[in-house]
């Protein structure tokens, strides 16, 4: 098999990194669903340990299944490498203990994913590596805010739920003249959409459990980044053993094969789902970056190729109205996911952000009233005449 440069999104989530075709000519590659690996003999096993002939151990160390969907995130993401996790709050998690210690400081912003921010708020105090969350995206506010002890700077962008975006150059520009590592959650986005790497932020990591995978129907994360440091995280992480199973890795690989033409197709949906819902009497606020109202429209742009699948917006009503709209649309999920080919739709303050404290979800800006739809492939007019169905309920 050719190995080729490729440098759009759309032929590298089909053609790069494929390994282990079998030499009877299979054109998808096999699943290997094996926990071990056996030997010829001790040499052949030596050979294998010491890197000499390409081969595996045991799962949770490798194997060929999850190394052909590393290869191509890696790819996709314009990274030297990839380890996948078993999720992506396993991919947060290996990459918080592989990179940090005791008495470390992790800087990030006040409206990071509820799992993260439980992870850091919650968990991570109690092995001394605390969090600073500041409610700016202002980069001036973030670099007045590290100390000696900031070791790593983490961030998503777009936000969840609000859609917020940061300045990724200058961010990366902070990590680098303070000694601190940059780390971006890119689930929002995917690689389709933005590729952190061109902007200098050093670790990428996913919730595959989205839009990579793209189907509900997995539960994965990945992180990509140099080499060095992810050999580093891949250490960790056969220690602390979240391994992503070899058929999820499959399923992964399989759905970044469709990964382009799903978040394009979002893209468009989200965009006219967005102005739809900015012209409705029923609508205090859209939270889309597509929208030239958007506060960070023009920083979208200069970053970002399209604008993502998420929109979010806040009913003129109360928190029970909002519950109302979710609970009466028909056609939308009511389930807290995002990047699916079908449309789920959620109350942030009752799924993804209900361990926030009240004073940090007022610091993140989220209301009662906010809905979050995280738009599917589905046509647009059906997606709309569901709304419509969600809004006459409010009467
Ligand atoms: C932005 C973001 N990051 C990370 C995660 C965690 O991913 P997982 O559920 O695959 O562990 C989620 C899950 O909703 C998410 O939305």
Redesign the pocket.
Known sequence: MKKQNYRHAETIAIHSGVTGYPDRGAVAPPIYQTSTFQFRNTAHLNDVLSGKVEGDLYTRYSNPTQRAVEKTLAALEKTESAIVTG???AA?TTTVLGLLKTGDVILTTADI?G??YHLFHDFLPRLGISTLMIPSHDPRDLESAITPETKMIYV?SPT?PLLNILPLREIARIGKAHGCITVI?N??ATPVNQTPSDFGIEIILH?A??YLGGHSDI?A?AVTGPAKVIETLRNTLRILGPTLDPFAAWLMLRGIKTLAVRVHQQNTNAMKLAEYLSNHPKVRRVYYPGLPSHPNHELAKSQMKGFGGVVSFEIEGSGKDAATFVESVEMMAMAP??GAVETLITQPVTT?HRSFTLEDRKRAGISESLVRIAVGIEHIEDLIADCERGFAALN
Do not use: A, P, R, V
């Open positions: 999720s992506g709050m947060i994913y799992g993260t998503e969840n959650d689930t929002f919730s459990t989205k539960l994360g996911s995002l993804s």
